[in-house]
């Protein structure tokens, strides 16, 4: 036993100081976040997806409210104030849209004030290499609040995962640290004249529907707002409007998206990332995993245990 124990303090130790080590046990417990905070469950013995993030969470600490339409087709949303002060909100929402669309949105990250409700700057600081090589980002992200409160701001590393053996898609976002001045070695901005707040944003995608042309989208953040007076009922207004502008013009772009930036966006795919992304349909749409050979070979794909 002692033995055993040196062993696996001696592996932690090279964990801890190993910069690669470090990156995937940080995208390891953001994943695990992930998958427990959208309650998406872990397949059954037939090896099926089962996501049942449109269930509501458990009734104690949480308020529900259904937004727009009925049963599986509604948009619902459930609000909480933590122990901690944060406030949390969970959102389920169903889209008469492909998931490639969908995920084009979250990964064109300066169009984000284009339809991400109070958000009023999106920046890329920073296009992340090593332990996977598509779809990782440092980004500032600048929020607008009524008068009286300041502007608020998060710095977040985000990366994007396929887990298209469940038929599922995740993206994590966590706060930098706030007191650091590099990140994986990528430099980070001090803070100015804004509120730099702490938030964890994780959101699932699942291909539906015949062909799978639609999608629905479930979405779990968490955020410590840097208000003391916040009540319950503040953040239940703040997420009913939220999670209604967010499907509003969610729904708006994709209508309109031959009009839209983003499909030359995809076409140009400077990083590899939509490669990927349409490489991992196909294998869902087959029934088959991804080929070794595929443009996602080099594409680490973390599947927590």
């Given at each position: ?149 300041k502007t608020r ?81 503040t953040v239940n ?69």
């Amino acid at each position: 036993r002692a033995g055993s124990a040196r062993a696996s303090a001696a592996f932690q130790a090279f964990c801890a100081s190993d910069e690669d080590m470090r990156r995937l046990s940080f995208k390891r417990d953001s994943l695990r976040s992930a998958l427990e905070n959208l309650q998406y469950d872990e397949p059954s013995d037939d090896g099926a997806a089962s996501p049942t993030a449109a269930e509501a969470p458990p009734a104690r600490a949480w308020t529900a409210q259904q937004l727009a339409g009925a049963g599986q087709s509604s948009t619902r949303i459930w609000a909480q104030i933590g122990e901690d002060g944060k406030a949390s909100f969970r959102v389920s929402s169903p889209f008469a849209e492909p998931v490639d669309r969908i995920l084009s949105l979250f990964n064109e990250i300066d169009l984000y004030p284009s339809w991400v409700p109070f958000l009023s700057e999106a920046k890329t600081l920073h296009v992340v290499r090593g332990c996977g090589n598509y779809a990782q980002y440092i980004v500032l992200l600048r929020f607008a609040l009524p008068w009286p409160l300041k502007t608020r701001e998060a710095i977040v590393y985000a990366f994007a995962c396929d887990r298209v053996e469940r038929g599922q898609v995740l993206m994590c976002a966590r706060s930098v640290p706030a007191d650091a001045a590099s990140w994986w070695g990528y430099p980070i901005p001090a803070a100015g004249s804004a509120v730099r707040v702490d938030m964890t944003l994780e959101v699932g995608f699942i291909p539906e529907g015949p062909d799978y042309q639609h999608t629905r989208m479930d979405l779990f953040l968490k955020m410590d707002p840097k208000v003391q007076w916040l009540s319950q009922s503040t953040v239940n207004k703040v997420g009913r409007l939220f999670a209604t502008q967010l499907s509003n013009n969610v729904t708006s772009i994709c209508q309109s998206f031959s009009k839209s930036p983003y499909p030359e966006r995809l076409a140009a795919d400077p990083t590899g990332a939509y490669a990927v992304m349409y490489e991992c349909l196909e294998s869902l749409r087959q029934g088959r995993l991804p080929e070794a050979g595929g443009p996602q070979a080099h594409h680490q794909t973390l599947a927590p245990e």
